[in-house]
């Protein structure tokens, strides 16, 4: 079973640090491998995917997320936070030829402070 | 680009009445759409997903519905509403072409049962 865990509920930044936020995954075959922000009471924001090719992949506002296939990981960095980076993130997983049916992680707080 | 419209965006309903959540989507054509349901803020879950007019798959059993009446429109439905149906809504449109692994989300429909 296709599955995805995002093992911190919180991770607390300061302003320009770097930041990591964490994601494996588990599914069959190769995976696609996606990111999305959530900010309060709105939909989610594609950042970034990868589907094949080179393990580092770069997305919006500065994202980036590299694809560790022997550690099953998939984790968001961004070299320095800003205060709007500040909303939920998820990470999501399918396997191949599964249209839009993506597994979602549960989510995790990102809080950035000046 | 394409746009995916939600309405109402925000909803309060008793126990036991009815619900009709619409999604419809612009700038593309023959979508493939999804409903997705975020409880207590957190993680996501697939509920229907249609490839084309009146074609719906289920993936968890519910108290909930869908229906494709148009190629640009998806409706959730339910004729008696449980507490547990609280949460918010999410329709989604896989994209196409170079997009074609991306899932683009509306804004959601936040359901409060009472």
């Known amino acids: 079973a296709q599955s995805v865990a995002q093992p911190e509920d919180q991770v607390n930044v300061a302003e320009g640090n770097p930041l990591t936020v964490k994601c494996t995954y588990s599914?069959?075959?190769?995976?696609?491998l996606f990111w999305y922000v959530q900010y309060p009471n709105r939909g989610l924001q594609f950042l970034l995917k990868?589907?094949?090719?080179?393990?580092l992949v770069k997305g919006s506002y500065g994202f980036e997320a590299e694809f560790n296939k022997s550690q099953t990981s998939f984790h968001l960095k961004k070299p320095s936070a800003l205060v709007s980076d500040s909303a939920l993130y998820f990470c999501?997983?399918?396997?191949?030829?599964?249209?839009?049916?993506?597994?979602f992680g549960q989510g995790t707080e990102l809080s950035v402070k000046p | 680009s394409q746009t995916i419209h939600q309405w109402p965006a925000t909803l309060v309903q008793p126990v036991g009445s009815p619900l009709s959540l619409e999604c419809t989507v612009e700038?593309?054509?023959?979508?493939?759409l999804y409903w997705y349901r975020q409880a207590a803020g957190r993680g996501l879950q697939l509920l229907f997903y249609?490839?084309?007019?009146?074609?719906i798959s289920s993936e968890v059993p519910q108290n909930l519905s869908a229906s494709r009446p148009q190629d640009r429109q998806f409706i959730l439905s339910s004729k008696k509403l449980l507490l547990s149906d609280s949460g918010f809504y999410l329709c989604?449109?896989?994209?196409?072409?170079?997009?074609?692994?991306?899932?683009?989300f509306g804004a959601g429909s936040r359901l409060t049962v009472l």
């Open positions: 700038g593309t054509s023959n979508p493939n």
């Open positions: 989604a449109n896989k994209g196409a072409g170079n997009g074609a692994n991306v899932l683009t």
């Open positions: 999501a997983v399918r396997g191949y030829n599964q249209g839009g049916k993506l597994i």
């Open positions: 249609s490839v084309g007019i009146g074609q």
């Open positions: 990868y589907i094949t090719g080179d393990n």
């Open positions: 599914v069959s075959g190769n995976p696609y």
